[in-house]
């Protein structure tokens, strides 16, 4: 089944007159910012001027750029694909933005895109490797606003004043959630400047966060994609429409926009999320609900400091050696203090007396419709 590889591939001769900006060229640039381009491209504080992938793909250094495990095969083949295609080869980079802080609990990265033919594109990246970047995750679910969301806004505020171009934003997972974030929080002007934001299997956000701002005047611009089992996508959602895509693998392997299926030059479409996927995340959204703030920070704060006692940094750490890093894990609740682990206990039951509800509600609603047929 194709994928985005092979859309860059298919459409390598139709530059963006010939076919224009689309869904999947907007996942295909998602997915681009993940690579590591500090110190290739300006950003917003200086007076650099716009790099080409062309000129880009003569001077970096593999080794750095191509990092992050996760995605490194098909990273480089989806770039050296995309230097070949007269789609993607002229485009040009600027105002990048990479922020990484252990004290601000932040994981932030945003790029500028001019196409040639094409839009002007914002993308945000998504959660990278490092821990620091899963635990902002876990901050989303607060009351309040994380720091890469304010960021986000900051980014596009900034940005904007440089440029006049009308504007597409765009991201995966967190940097998703990012893009919609930054068209929530900026001025009206900015606003109306705005045609898309793409989404791509984002997190939505706490109903304290949207009832904050007017999400209605963006609303209408939010082009939201799940994969059919989405797990990602559907924490805290609320109010933002999606459409459905079927991939390849299962569960938590379709966050991987790689595995997502294109037709043509669109993503293929599914009528609905999986009953599992719905179920799973009903039941995680409603513990998280029931939750205060304190009580979500104290899980937060009790997992990261397990990942540190087990001396896991980033997520390669548990990706290289999954048995070792689960060992060290263990090992490292072992050790935490029995106010802890009996905190974390009732974190677990809490969840668990969830799910147990939702079963029966579900178990119930599945009777009922066996009944109703056999009436029939």
Known sequence: MSHI???????????????????VDALVLSQFIYLKLDGYIGSTSENKDSVSLYQLSNCIDYEKVFVDERYRKNN??????????????????????????VLA?????????????????????????TMIGWKED??????????????SALYLQQVSELIEDKLTIAGHSKGGNFAV?????????VQNRIEKVYSFDSPGFRPEILESIDFNKIKE?????????????????????????????????????????VAGNEFKKVGKLDRGSLFLNETFNEWLYGLEDEELHAFAETWFTIMQE???TTMLDISNDPGKALTQII??????????????????????????????????????????????
């Open 138 to 151: 876990f901050n989303m679910c607060f009351k309040e606003p994380v720091t890469g969301q304010s960021l």
């Open 105 to 129: 609990e932040t994981q932030f990265s945003a790029m500028t895109v001019f196409l040639e033919d094409g839009p002007t594109v914002l993308i945000y990246r998504g959660t990278d490797e």
């Open 310 to 312: 087990a001396n896991i």
């Open 181 to 189: 974030y930054a068209s929530m929080n900026v001025e009206e002007k």
């Open 221 to 261: 611009k939010i082009c939201k994609y799940l994969p059919h089992s989405s797990i990602f996508g559907m924490l805290l959602q609320s109010k933002e429409e999606y459409q459905v895509v079927e991939c390849s693998s299962v569960g938590l392997f379709q966050h991987n926009p790689y595995n997502w299926h």
């Open 331 to 376: 090992d490292a609740v072992r050790e935490t203090d029995d106010k802890t682990k009996e905190m974390a206990k009732e974190l677990t039951r809490g969840l668990i007396e969830v799910a147990k509800e939702n079963i029966r509600y579900y178990a119930r609603k599945f009777i009922h419709v066996i009944d109703k047929k056999e009436e029939t």
């Open 5 to 23: 590889v092979s859309y860059v591939k298919r459409y390598r001769e139709y530059t963006f007159c010939d076919m224009p900006f689309n869904e």
């Open 76 to 101: 480089t083949e989806l770039f050296e694909n995309m230097v070949e295609s007269k789609r993607f080869r002229r485009m040009k980079m600027n105002y990048f933005s990479n922020i990484t802080s």
